[in-house]
């Protein structure tokens, strides 16, 4: 089904999602572009997912298995490009699925375009309704400079942060260093660069990847320490525009999505309160959310090798909601 060498390497990072797993690897098998390898890797699951995998590993020769210990996310996903051998890489999440011309309509935007980052568009999948939302994007199918994609990811509104909805030529994280931070949102804080490392991006205004939402979903249990991660990726962004000397380049837009930001950290840390039903911190935490960003965004910023590992923000200790309705 593959050569040895593979045009795609198709990396699928798995914790517990036995109940998904199928139907995810079966949308793999399905794709109509064959040159592609698989490359599973099992997080140390507790369910059956392992079980699965091994099925799948023995059955087809595309389908490679690492077997590691619980490290998150991160770690699983570097640990797939690091064994990967394909001249492009796309990311999976192992709840997700994939439209049958996925790969194919990637890697000829890819190869016609000579991109080093070819985009699709997505939908968003109910897992108990089954109902699938399809999400506009303001950008046309064609392709970008470098400059003027990274600008259009940073604003969030054009491109996004997501690994899962893009294919990426190989040489992007090799010949550049580039590592997934050891963190919620790592792709918020490692898209930017990938952007601008790359020659060209670019986009197909068709939904092919299926994000399936779900009451697991790490963006439905946006807790203290996911908050804390998504502030520290603002910070990240803006150390590694610094470092690059490019800053005064995306300014405008990185100050527009950090207001946006600020929003939206807010939400999360008022929601958080509520559904813990505390509601003593709540001004602390905000505001230290808020200094936080108001640093990462202000002209006298200065880049740090490290950003600080103190939580911006502490969690809403939850409240006996018994004791409360008394």
Same mark, same amino acid.
């Given at each position: 089904?593959?050569?040895?060498?593979?045009?795609?390497?198709?990396?699928?990072?798995?914790?517990?999602?036995?109940?998904?797993?199928?139907?995810?690897?079966?949308?793999?098998?399905?794709?109509? @572009?064959?040159?592609?390898?698989?490359?599973?890797? $099992?997080?140390?699951?507790?369910?059956?997912?392992?079980?699965?995998?091994?099925?799948?590993?023995?059955? =087809?020769?595309?389908?490679?298995?690492?077997?590691? $210990?619980?490290?998150?996310?991160?770690?699983?996903?570097?640990?797939?490009?690091?064994?990967?051998?394909?001249? =492009?890489?796309?990311?999976?999440?192992?709840?997700?699925?994939?439209?049958?011309?996925?790969?194919?309509?990637? #890697?000829?935007?890819?190869?016609?375009?000579?991109?080093?980052?070819?985009?699709?568009?997505?939908?968003?999948?109910?897992? %108990?309704?089954?109902?699938?939302?399809?999400?506009?994007?303001?950008?046309?199918?064609?392709? =970008?400079?470098?400059?003027?994609?990274?600008?259009?990811?940073?604003?969030?509104?054009?491109?996004?942060?997501?690994?899962?909805?893009?294919?990426?030529?190989?040489?992007?994280?090799?010949?550049?260093?580039?590592?997934?931070?050891?963190?919620?949102?790592?792709?918020?804080?490692?898209?930017?660069?990938?952007?601008? #490392?790359? /020659?060209?991006?670019? @986009?197909?205004?068709?939904?092919?990847?299926?994000?399936?939402?779900?009451?697991?979903?790490?963006?439905?249990?946006?807790?203290?320490?996911?908050? $804390?991660?998504?502030?520290?990726?603002?910070?990240?962004?803006?150390?590694?525009?610094?470092?690059? /000397?490019?800053?005064?380049?995306?300014?405008?837009? @990185?100050?527009?999505?950090?207001?946006?930001?600020?929003?939206?950290?807010?939400?999360?840390?008022?929601? $958080?309160?509520?559904?813990?039903?505390?509601?003593?911190?709540?001004?602390?935490?905000?505001?230290?959310?808020?200094?936080?960003?108001?640093?990462? %965004?202000?002209?006298?910023?200065?880049?740090?090798?490290?950003?600080?590992?103190?939580?911006? =923000?502490?969690?809403?200790?939850?409240?006996?909601?018994?004791?409360?309705?008394?």
């Amino acid at each position: 089904m593959s050569s040895v060498n593979p045009k795609i390497s198709l990396i699928i990072p798995v914790y517990n999602m036995a109940q998904y797993l199928e139907d995810t690897l079966q949308s793999v098998l399905a794709q109509s @572009f064959t040159d592609y390898e698989v490359v599973m890797v $099992n997080d140390g699951s507790t369910d059956g997912s392992l079980a699965i995998l091994k099925k799948y590993a023995r059955r =087809y020769d595309n389908f490679h298995l690492i077997d590691q $210990n619980n490290c998150g996310l991160s770690k699983a996903r570097a640990a797939g490009i690091a064994a990967s051998c394909g001249e =492009y890489i796309a990311f999976l999440d192992s709840d997700d699925f994939l439209d049958p011309e996925f790969l194919e309509q990637l #890697y000829k935007s890819a190869i016609e375009n000579d991109a080093d980052i070819a985009c699709c568009n997505y939908y968003l999948y109910y897992d %108990k309704s089954c109902k699938k939302i399809y999400m506009p994007f303001t950008a046309k199918t064609g392709v =970008y400079s470098n400059e003027v994609a990274l600008k259009k990811l940073i604003l969030d509104t054009t491109f996004h942060f997501f690994m899962w909805n893009k294919l990426f030529k190989r040489h992007l994280f090799f010949d550049n260093d580039v590592i997934f931070f050891d963190m919620y949102f790592e792709d918020v804080a490692i898209c930017p660069q990938l952007f601008y #490392y790359a /020659n060209k991006v670019s @986009f197909i205004n068709r939904p092919l990847y299926y994000y399936r939402r779900h009451q697991g979903s790490i963006i439905s249990q946006i807790d203290a320490p996911k908050t $804390n991660d998504y502030i520290k990726s603002l910070g990240i962004i803006r150390n590694f525009l610094e470092q690059k /000397n490019v800053y005064s380049k995306y300014k405008s837009v @990185f100050k527009i999505y950090a207001f946006r930001f600020k929003i939206q950290i807010g939400y999360c840390i008022l929601t $958080n309160h509520i559904d813990n039903l505390s509601f003593a911190d709540i001004g602390v935490n905000l505001k230290r959310a808020y200094v936080a960003i108001n640093s990462f %965004k202000s002209d006298k910023y200065i880049p740090a090798s490290e950003l600080p590992i103190l939580p911006f =923000y502490v969690e809403a200790p939850r409240q006996n909601r018994k004791a409360l309705i008394r």
